[in-house]
């Protein structure tokens, strides 16, 4: 196994993938990827971010997305991996992850079984269920 891609919203099930997949990629001493996707900001909460002088809302959205990956990379390393890398990514999560991962030409994509979406109470996230139906790689679902 060369590269493994963890995908993380910050919610705890994208947690429990993170600590899966750090000790994936350590025990096959793989690279590990760390990918974020920040969906398209919404027009009303741009307008409210236009009030606020000098921040954009395009700021604000990167900002999270920088700081989920920096804690996302610690946790990693704190797990055991040793090769971690994080990349951002703007629009579907789903398509986004399944972009990369193809681009990548990854060994393994692991996602935790539901994320901080409004459907996060199905058994099975849209986003999962997805990129089992349409990887081109191995997909772990971590629950």
Request: aromatic share 0%; net charge neutral; hydrophobic share 50%.
């Amino acid at each position: 196994m060369k590269e493994v891609l963890v995908a993380t919203d910050g919610s705890l099930g994208a947690d429990r993938a993170i600590d899966f997949a750090a000790h994936l990629a350590a025990a096959t001493q793989a690279r590990l990827l760390i990918l974020t996707v920040q969906e398209p900001v919404p027009a009303e909460v741009v307008a409210e971010m236009k009030a606020i002088e000098h921040v954009g809302s395009s700021e604000v959205a990167e900002l999270t997305a920088r700081g989920l990956l920096v804690r996302a990379m610690e946790r990693a390393k704190a797990a055991g991996a040793r090769d971690v890398h994080s990349e951002l990514q703007i629009g579907d999560p789903a398509e986004r992850i399944l972009q990369v991962a193809a681009r990548r030409k990854v060994d393994a994509v692991v996602v935790g079984k539901r994320g901080r979406g409004p459907l996060a109470a199905l058994l099975l996230g849209s986003v999962s269920h997805k990129l089992v139906s349409l990887a081109p790689c191995g997909v772990i679902v971590v629950p």
